[in-house]
């Protein structure tokens, strides 16, 4: 079957471990995006605002799937079709627990993400590399503190980004976490924690765009590396796992590309009969 939409993933699948993009994917993409009528979607636990930066060489993309999947936005328009958030409470409770750690805690509202100084500082001491922190931080809102944001203001959250300095108290911090009803934190590296509603993944964030577009699972495909990356393989009609994915993701896949370091979006592109 054709396939009329690709969502690909951006770190660890798109990008290299810099948190750059190699200028055969570039060209790659561009030649598909010129010569096919397959619809190409940024897929990423990134905020829509980081994703246009990251993405900055390549035209706007027609739609974006951003911070796991909770929002869903046209790229010509900027227009937010679809927002999934925590319950304000739950919220609250995510965000009293995280404090308690060394953390580096990052809030999707909307169409970006805010920090707080502490969290830069600790964010600087965590096991993030230099390139990916940069590239984090260029679009983030930064406050001196998180507290009026999510105790007085009470903004709506769409996603918590996790950054734990040590690795022990990450997997406390995450079996904390999980014992708050309504969520189910998930980790894509041994220091972070992405916690958004319980149910709602980038999976569901692709179900509403393709039902919006008229789009069937079977004429969609993901490519991804990653346990948020996980539903959205498992879901799509075809599932590309990258060379460097979770195992877990590869047992998903219906077939295993190059690495992100190898190139193995063109890969992928090739299977999918689109290069």
Known sequence: MVTKLI????????????????PTVRKAILTCMNT????????TGRSYQNSLFVLKDFPVFPYYLNANGTTVTEGASGTLLHISTLPLET???IYSLAKEYRTFI????????????IGRHNLKESNCSKDYISQLLYTNTHLESLDEF????KHPISKFHIVCVSPKEQQELKQRLSCIPGVCPISTTDFNIEVCREGWSKREGLI?????????PEE????GDS?????????????IAMGNAAPEVKKVADYVTGSNEEEGIVQALEYLKLL
Do not use: M
């Not at 096919?36 to 897929?43: A, D, G, L």
């Not at 969609?220 to 490519?223: D, K, L, R």
């Not at 346990?227 to 599932?239: F, K, S």
């Open 91 to 93: 919220g609250c409770a």
């Open 220 to 223: 969609t495909a993901a490519v």
């Open 227 to 239: 346990e948020n990356d996980y539903e959205t393989l498992q879901w799509a009609g075809c599932g």
């Open 36 to 43: 096919s009528k397959t619809i190409f979607v940024p897929c």
């Open 106 to 117: 990052e809030i999707y509202h909307g169409f970006t993400a805010y920090d707080s100084a």
């Open 150 to 153: 999510v105790y007085e203001k």
């Open 7 to 22: 969502a690909i993933d951006l770190d660890g699948t798109l990008l290299r471990d810099d948190c750059t993009i190699s």
């Open 208 to 216: 509403h765009l393709c039902r919006l577009l008229h789009i069937s």
